[in-house]
């Protein structure tokens, strides 16, 4: 059977040979055994409803074996024998060019050199998940091989709930994920009802299907690095020197050593993982890996004393890291985590004196353990870092819930109207500040978000780097001629971004589909796709473009510790900007939106959500790449604005000289007297 006909299959009618476990590959650790007997027996009804009557017997079994063993029903019998990787989209079968690039996204998700788990379908962030089971994604490919302009998939959490009729202009697939009722948002109902089979934690860009590798995060967090650096830098010197140290080598962690060396500072990492630690190196996006922390700290030294770029993992725990360099004085410039913290006890956080083996036995069999472990280890890094950063150190968190949860521990990080570290038990009512500010409010959230600068992101479904050669190009001229009438507050972005740009092919970002990302501007995201839409027509370009974002962008996102943590105004507690940031785009032209609940900070702590569209160099998808990439950053920045932020408040009249037809609610800003004497 040839791969078109497979996808046009969709479940087969007879059952495949049953798959055995690879050990090589990186695995979902084992879940929470969380379900009552009665809730087992209704999570075996629930997947057997993929299948013919006939096979519920041979069925039923394996999926009791599976969720006895695994915590989750993922039918790996089900799983394609085919190679999984982003085809050119002329490989796929369909009626529907827009349906044939969601199938080329799609299998990059779940590509094993992009995926962080492929036989469990996620993607990365230890649950983000693509679907819940392969009987999803059978269904769902064969469902997008028989969509036509006049119909929309409808996804339920990894469910595709069917075809229905809508019209050429609707998106061909609407998706939602984990959308629970608010009640059913704490960390346990994600467990019961995903083993439930009947949510997911989409992640921001796993859910998606707009995850493009560790790069997606490669240029944030250059643009982080560089700008921190900025920060701390006495005399305008660079990073060179300079140590960074962080931890987390896994989907969206991964990026940090790459983005080390772009900004050109000395970077450790540390993994516990050895798979995802031997996979950056094999990847080159670590330069070295050390295993003896002694051996570290020499290595560290010579780096230092010559002013090397270089990515060190350190295959161990992090905390025996933090507090090895401050026992022996080792002086760290800038320090982070982005250990996956939104899920703290299902393998997103590894607590020390634990090996990786002992940690992975420990979360499923004894949890109320593993738990105290994970709030232990958190007391101590945090204990370590302040002592680093007494001495200078500074330390931002990187949005992985990494100060909530540590807070949460009862960890030391707050201060006290002394300038004391305290817990949250200790701190004076009314300034439950964090010790440390969160990177969005420190950097990204003034010098990007509020400018409307965010994650742009564009795929060629030719599968062809030389088409992939050609946008950097194109989206380069258009930033070079932007640039010369920018005004003064922005210049900064668009230069780092130009050179970003410029060196994208040899930094080799590129894991999984021809894919690149860049910060831009409503300004910019529209000139460069309406260039790309053009090189399409003309012929420069072989085949459709995808264009999107990571949720973590202006708009996409409401995240009170995260993307909304530099929101002043009480509202950084509302999802009203994401919700409304979804419904604009489908109706002003995307080809697919996604709205999610958890992401990057956790479940229950977030709402996200994204967009793809198609560029087939059409004046259709020009006008649809018009009205939609204006409306989804200029969203964002009005509610910035409203909020009382300085760029927004610049940034949103630009837009408004722009644009005529978009008028804006400006705030009326108050002197400080006026509220100072009601009091």
């Known amino acids: 059977m040839t791969f078109k006909e497979q996808i046009q299959q969709g479940i087969p009618s007879e059952l495949p040979n049953s798959k055995q476990y690879d050990l090589h590959l990186n695995h979902a650790p084992k879940r929470k055994n969380i379900l009552t007997k009665t809730e087992k027996e209704l999570a075996i009804r629930n997947a057997l409803r993929y299948f013919d009557k006939k096979h519920h017997v041979i069925l039923a079994k394996e999926f009791i074996e599976e969720l006895e063993q695994f915590g989750r029903i993922y039918m790996y019998r089900f799983r394609p024998d085919y190679k999984m990787y982003a085809r050119p989209i002329s490989e796929y079968p369909g009626n529907c060019e827009q349906a044939k690039a969601i199938m080329h996204m799609i299998q990059n998700n779940l590509d094993y050199a992009v995926a962080q788990h492929p036989h469990e379908l996620i993607t990365y962030g230890g649950n983000g998940a693509v679907f819940q089971n392969w009987a999803q994604y059978l269904l769902t490919m064969q469902y997008l091989s028989e969509i036509t302009n006049e119909q929309t998939l409808i996804m339920y959490s990894g469910h595709p709930m069917g075809l229905f009729p809508s019209h050429k202009n609707a998106p061909r697939v609407v998706v939602t994920n984990g959308m629970m009722i608010p009640n059913y948002s704490k960390p346990d109902d994600w467990e019961k009802y995903n083993a439930l089979g009947v949510t997911q934690y989409g992640q921001m860009t796993a859910g998606s299907y707009m995850y493009i590798g560790p790069q997606g995060i490669v240029h944030g967090t250059t643009i982080t690095v560089l700008n921190a650096g900025r920060k701390i830098s006495k005399n305008g010197e660079g990073l060179a020197g300079k140590l960074f140290v962080t931890s987390g080598l896994g989907g969206m962690s991964g990026a940090q050593p790459k983005a080390g060396n772009i900004a050109g500072c000395i970077t450790v990492c540390a993994e516990v993982n050895p798979k995802i630690t031997e996979i950056r190196l094999s990847q080159g996006w670590i330069d070295e890996k050390i295993t003896d922390l002694d051996e570290l700290v020499q290595r560290v030294k010579k780096a230092k004393n010559n002013k090397e770029v270089i990515s060190i993992a350190y295959l161990g725990n992090i905390v025996n890291v933090w507090e090895k360099f401050a026992e022996v004085?080792?002086?760290?410039?800038?320090?982070?985590?982005?250990?996956?913290?939104?899920?703290?006890?299902?393998?997103?956080?590894?607590?020390?004196?634990?090996?990786?083996?002992?940690?992975?036995?420990?979360?499923?069999?004894?949890?109320?353990?593993?738990?105290?472990?994970?709030?232990?280890?958190?007391?101590?890094?945090?204990?370590?870092?302040?002592?680093?950063?007494?001495?200078?150190?500074?330390?931002?968190?990187?949005?992985?819930?990494?100060?909530?949860?540590?807070?949460?521990?009862?960890?030391?990080?707050?201060?006290?109207?002394?300038?004391?570290?305290?817990?949250?038990?200790?701190?004076?009512?009314?300034?439950?500040?964090?010790?440390?500010?969160?990177?969005?409010?420190?950097?990204?959230?003034?010098?990007?978000?509020?400018?409307?600068?965010?994650?742009?992101?564009?795929?060629?479904?030719?599968?062809?780097?030389?088409?992939?050669?050609?946008?950097?190009?194109?989206?380069?001229?258009?930033?070079?001629?932007?640039?010369?009438?920018?005004?003064?507050e922005i210049q900064q972005q668009m230069t780092d971004n130009i050179q970003w740009i410029k060196g994208a092919q040899e930094n080799k970002l590129v894991v999984g589909s021809q894919a690149r990302i860049l910060y831009a501007d409503a300004e910019g995201r529209t000139k460069i796709a309406t260039a790309f839409n053009n090189a399409i027509k003309n012929g420069e370009i072989s085949e459709p473009i995808v264009l999107g974002r990571d949720h973590h962008d202006v708009s996409g996102t409401d995240s009170p510790y995260r993307e909304t943590s530099n929101i002043y105004d009480g509202s950084q507690f509302t999802a009203d900007m994401a919700i409304q940031n979804v419904i604009g785009d489908s109706f002003r032209g995307a080809t697919w939106v996604s709205i999610h609940n958890g992401?990057?900070?956790?479940?229950?702590?977030?709402?996200?959500?994204?967009?793809?569209?198609?560029?087939?160099?059409?004046?259709e998808a020009e006008k649809r790449l018009k009205s939609m990439l204006f409306w989804d950053v200029n969203n964002g920045i009005s509610r910035r604005n409203w909020a009382r932020n300085k760029g927004a408040t610049f940034a949103i009249k630009r837009a408004m000289e722009v644009e005529p037809k978009l008028k804006v609610t400006l705030p009326n800003l108050v002197d400080d007297m006026v509220i100072n004497n009601l009091f």
């Open 599 to 619: 992401g990057g900070v956790g479940w229950g702590e977030v709402i996200n959500g994204g967009f793809g569209m198609v560029l087939d160099g059409s004046i």
């Open 329 to 488: 004085g080792l002086y760290v410039d800038l320090g982070s985590d982005q250990t996956s913290l939104h899920n703290p006890w299902a393998g997103g956080y590894y607590p020390v004196e634990l090996t990786f083996e002992q940690a992975n036995e420990m979360m499923s069999n004894n949890p109320e353990l593993f738990k105290e472990k994970v709030q232990e280890s958190l007391r101590r890094q945090t204990a370590a870092i302040n002592k680093h950063t007494l001495k200078g150190t500074y330390f931002f968190d990187y949005g992985n819930a990494f100060l909530l949860e540590a807070s949460r521990a009862g960890a030391t990080v707050y201060k006290n109207k002394k300038g004391d570290f305290c817990t949250v038990n200790e701190v004076e009512m009314g300034s439950e500040a964090f010790a440390y500010p969160s990177y969005v409010q420190d950097i990204m959230g003034p010098m990007c978000f509020d400018y409307g600068f965010g994650p742009f992101r564009w795929v060629c479904t030719s599968a062809n780097p030389e088409d992939l050669l050609k946008t950097d190009q194109i989206a380069c001229e258009v930033l070079e001629e932007i640039r010369k009438n920018s005004p003064k």
